[in-house]
């Protein structure tokens, strides 16, 4: 049983379109993460969210907004995406303070 | 402001050669520290984790360690495979913070 799952694994759009990735867990954990991966393979948190409340926005543009509909679930849409979207989003989720479980990345082409 | 820093930013061996990678930290207060291995393609997964009152921990030829003191912490790699070619992430979490802070990682290439 996959512990995090994302999709879509791919994702290519054009510059200016609206779309969503989406996240589940089935750990139970009731803290999930948003992160996104550039080009240099450096990991930069986005948000996290507890118990389906946003705890931490890391200075995201207001075109990325994150939605918990249920503790196991988190899922980002982006609206007018631009090429600096570009990137390998990652789901995570943990319990309080402890190690996170990551998804298999959605990974985003902005054409 | 709470920052990890890790060395060297890649690294090249031949398979069966060991080798060592570093992780200096400034978080505070500190809770405790993760080695987690990311292959291509696919999210990282922990490989150790240790607290403040541990200075070495194993996972297989994985062995970290922990220096409180001068905040470093270091991932040693005996007997190299061709499959531990990944980037190696050190995270630092700080006590009471939901959010970790993540190092940019060390690519690690092992050639036959």
């Known amino acids: 049983d996959t512990a995090v799952s994302q999709t879509p694994k791919y994702l290519v759009t054009q510059m200016g379109n609206d779309k969503s990735i989406k996240c589940e867990q089935n750990l139970g954990h009731d803290t999930m993460y948003w992160y996104k991966q550039d080009s240099k393979k450096f990991l930069k948190i986005m948000f996290s969210?507890?118990?389906?409340?946003?705890?931490i926005n890391e200075t995201v543009p207001n075109r990325f907004s994150p939605k918990s509909p249920d503790k196991a679930h988190l899922n980002l849409h982006i609206n007018s995406l631009e090429l600096g979207d570009s990137a390998v989003y990652f789901c995570a989720s943990s319990p309080p303070s402890d190690e996170q479980f990551f998804g298999p990345g959605t990974r985003l082409t902005v054409l | 402001k709470n920052q990890v820093e890790q060395s060297p930013q890649s690294l090249i061996i031949l398979e069966g050669k060991n080798c060592t990678l570093q992780c200096n930290y400034t978080v505070s207060p500190f809770s405790n520290l993760r080695w987690y291995k990311q292959d291509t393609g696919r999210g990282p997964v922990s490989l150790t984790i240790?607290?403040?009152?541990?200075n070495t921990k194993s996972n297989g030829r994985y062995t970290a360690t922990l220096d409180a003191d001068t905040k470093q912490s270091s991932l040693h790699i005996t007997a190299s495979q061709l499959s531990d070619s990944a980037s190696y992430i050190c995270v630092v979490s700080a006590q009471g913070s939901y959010i970790p802070t993540f190092g940019r990682g060390t690519s690690l290439i092992v050639h036959p």
């Open positions: 969210y507890n118990n389906k409340e946003l705890i």
């Open positions: 240790m607290t403040f009152s541990e």
